[in-house]
């Protein structure tokens, strides 16, 4: 009798792991991620639209949304010690850098694929449409707004007359040397925190004469590269994201009374360069410390002065000659310090902001800043 023949074990299937393919690009649309992004590029367009109603912008955004924003952003953050922007950009400059590299390792391993690059498209796209919404949604929709010109009923116009504007650098060098006197030699420069608190007290005594420019929950920091803001050519920057307002401290002091007021503007809601400008000459000549009324007229007579060069140079040096000897000194002290700063990369991080203020409604680029002497003007004949 023959033995029953034993059965063979059973081999096992060979499971074969197969990577999730990429989407397709039609595919794509369909999942979560793609109706994301059509939903961010959406809002976009509609950020982009409603910036060409500056009347709605005004009434709605400005008066209306941006106030809750900008006050929920300083109440979050203001009390960090240190400033949480600068942290979060450093955060995606290493990711875009890491992104970047890792693009570039895959063109050299020849690891390209169609479905790579269209997700790499896609990753920009997402990325890049997330900050475009909130940096328009948490501040940038004031470049479209009215302004201060509207709240002030001003007419600011840049067709006056050069003897318009030599009177004006007249009265600003009046006050410049005025000023100057009253601070004796040398200048007795505040700490960073005696600065920080003598700019909320300017704004203080501003809302009195002007309630709208009333500022509450400070947040004004230093920022993290406080000792590089002379090399990149920035005294001060307003971050939209965390709603800090940044003053580089390294400066010379007598430029950080009128910076720290010009970025507390920002947070109020003036977004281009000429009005923040104009809101921190009203917000610090209204304070009573004379380090402020100083350091403000001194900058406004140097923009009005290097304007008039241009159209009188000889009537420009005149004024020049009858500055102080003291502020003389000061003016060669500040260029000095920016000259000793002079390089490359502060040259091209300027140029780059100039793009920036020109591709939102300041084509003058970093002119803009300038044009702070047109505003003075429209004020001075509404409130001579």
């Known amino acids: 009798m023959k033995a029953k023949p034993s059965k063979k074990p059973l081999k096992a299937k060979r499971v074969v ?3 999730g393919k990429h989407p397709t690009n039609q595919a794509f649309f369909q999942t979560r991620s793609g109706k994301c992004l059509i939903i961010l590029l959406s809002c976009c367009i509609g950020l982009s639209i409603a910036g060409r109603f500056p009347a709605f912008i005004e009434s709605y955004y400005s008066l209306g949304l941006y106030p809750f924003i900008a006050g929920a952003l300083r109440i979050s953050f203001g009390w960090v010690p240190f400033s949480l922007g600068d942290i979060l950009y450093t955060l995606l400059g290493i990711f875009i850098v890491w992104r970047l590299l890792r693009f570039i390792r895959t063109i050299i391993k020849r690891r390209w694929t169609r479905s790579y690059g269209f997700k790499s498209l896609m990753t920009t796209l ?27 009923g001003l007419t600011v116009t840049k067709d006056y007359s050069t003897e318009e504007l030599q009177n004006l650098t007249q009265n600003l060098l009046k006050k410049t040397n ?46 993290v590269y406080n000792a590089l803001g002379g090399y990149l050519q920035y005294t001060g920057y307003y971050n939209p994201f965390t709603g800090e307002a940044q003053v580089n401290t390294a400066l010379p002091g007598i430029l950080l009374p009128y910076v720290a007021c010009h970025e507390m503007a920002h947070q109020l809601g003036y977004a281009t360069e000429d009005e923040a400008n104009f809101v921190g000459f009203l917000a610090a000549t209204s304070s009573m410390d004379p380090i402020f009324q100083y350091s403000t007229h001194l900058e406004l007579f140097r923009y009005a002065n290097s304007e008039l060069w241009y159209r009188d140079s000889n009537m420009a040096r005149s004024n020049f000659n009858q500055l102080d000897t003291l502020v003389k000194q000061d003016l060669a002290h500040l260029k000095a310090f920016f000259d000793a700063h002079e ?11 100039g793009l920036f203020l020109k591709a939102n409604q300041q084509p003058q680029g970093l002119d803009t800043y300038d044009q702070v002497t047109a505003w003075l003007l429209a004020y001075q004949k509404k409130k001579p």
């Open 17 to 19: 792991k197969t990577k």
């Open 126 to 152: 997402y990325v890049g449409s997330v900050l475009y919404v909130l940096f328009y949604l948490f501040w940038g929709l004031n470049y479209s707004r009215l302004g201060i010109a509207h709240q002030l």
């Open 178 to 223: 005025r000023d100057r006197l009253q601070l004796g030699n040398p200048i007795e420069l505040p700490n960073h925190k005696t600065l920080f608190n003598g700019a909320v007290q300017s704004y203080q005594h501003l809302m009195k004469q002007y309630p709208f420019l009333a500022y509450h929950h400070r947040s004004i920091k230093v920022p």
């Open 343 to 353: 390089n490359p990369v502060g040259r091209f991080t300027t140029k780059l902001y």
